[in-house]
């Protein structure tokens, strides 16, 4: 996702948190992407009247308006929106007798998987919140002679983004100087082949700010191959971090790329983590002026325009964090997340838990 809609969608995360009704009667739906849109307003309606059972007049009045408030909205739909729907709505009043109904539906921006009906005191959250946890993005190419996949590491989250084939014919048994001949052919086909595969990387890598890395995998010697014949941007081969024995170039390849690579995974998050941290307790001894600690401190550098690195431990409020992410994001000031799993992460913590290393001192 990209930095604007992760902070819209904490915005709405965020709002939504502050509502909770008097009773059971805040509505969420979850539709997944490619659900039946009439089988989602046929359930509603069912809900609408179960809801006829509600002993508390009120409640039930409530329940009902919301499920029709919703039903009504599906109809500006003809069908579930690409990356699903989520929607919620309820009597938001703090004051009995006098009821507020309000309704928020969005198109996620990553896909929604959950499907999911609930009526209840506070807004079923969760799934929303998944798509904004900190995540680091990583690249992932599977390729042998005849077929790759392109796929995407986003949190947990495995993505396919391109599957390609070769059409390089099999070897052939036969010898002599046509074998020679079709050995040339099926050679050069596959070297266009990585050219291909090469050029459809830099299409989806190239100016992906979020990509941390790159990773690939492939039987025997085919990725080696691909890496040398390829002519991959320089750029994007300086973010390769490791070359992975796997041996299927599909979808299934992809995933068994990212089982096989959890130990450079976990290598990289860390190894970032105390460089950034490193360089900030080295400015604080050496160049104390460009760099500022504690909650205040980093606010008064933000608004000034002054932060580069951002750095924030992810034991502080979740509030706070989604402030000075929108402070950042509005000055292009890069942002770490600091976790417990280092000293160094934990020294941080114990010392500001926020901190900024600047452009400029002020």
């Not at 100087?177 to 040339?184: L, M």
Request: with cysteine.
């Amino acid at each position: 996702m990209e930095e604007k809609d992760i902070l819209k969608l904490k915005g709405l995360i965020e709002e939504l948190e502050q509502y909770r009704g008097r009773h059971t009667e805040l509505i969420t739906v979850y539709a997944p992407a490619g659900s039946n849109i009439n089988q989602l307003a046929t359930q509603l309606l069912s809900e609408q009247s179960t809801a006829q059972n509600i002993k508390s007049k009120a409640t039930k009045t409530n329940v009902i308006d919301a499920l029709e408030r919703i039903m009504r909205h599906l109809k500006l739909y003809k069908k579930i929106p690409e990356n699903g729907l989520a929607i919620f709505c309820g009597n938001i009043s703090k004051v009995e007798g006098q009821p507020e109904l309000k309704i928020w539906a969005i198109e996620p921006p990553q896909p929604l998987n959950t499907k999911f009906y609930r009526c209840d005191q506070t807004f079923v959250l969760e799934p929303l919140k998944e798509m904004v946890e900190i995540k680091e993005v990583y690249g992932l190419i599977v390729i042998d002679r005849k077929e790759a996949t392109i796929g995407l590491l986003e949190g947990k989250m495995v993505k396919v983004l391109r599957h390609m084939t070769s059409g390089a014919p099999g070897k052939i048994k036969a010898g002599g100087q046509s074998a020679a001949r079709f050995e040339r052919i099926r050679e050069e086909l596959t070297k266009e082949f990585y050219r291909r595969v090469s050029e459809a990387v830099k299409e989806v890598f190239f100016e992906m700010p979020r990509l941390q890395g790159i990773i690939v995998g492939g039987p025997g010697p085919t990725k080696e191959d691909f890496l040398k014949e390829g002519q991959m941007v320089t750029a994007l081969q300086k973010k390769i971090l490791a070359i992975k024995d796997i041996g299927y170039a599909d979808e299934h390849g992809v995933e068994l790329l990212v089982e096989a690579s959890q130990d450079v995974l976990a290598k990289e998050s860390i190894t970032k983590e105390k460089a950034i941290l490193e360089k900030f307790f080295s400015m604080l001894a050496k160049a104390p002026e460009k760099v500022v600690y504690g909650l205040d401190n980093v606010k008064k550098a933000l608004e000034a325009g002054a932060v580069e690195h951002l750095l924030i431990s992810t034991t502080i409020d979740k509030k706070i964090i989604f402030e000075l992410e929108k402070s950042a994001f509005n000055i292009s000031a890069e942002v770490h997340y600091i976790s417990l799993e280092t000293n160094e992460g934990l020294q941080f913590k114990n010392f500001a838990a926020v901190g900024a290393i600047l452009r400029f001192a002020i």
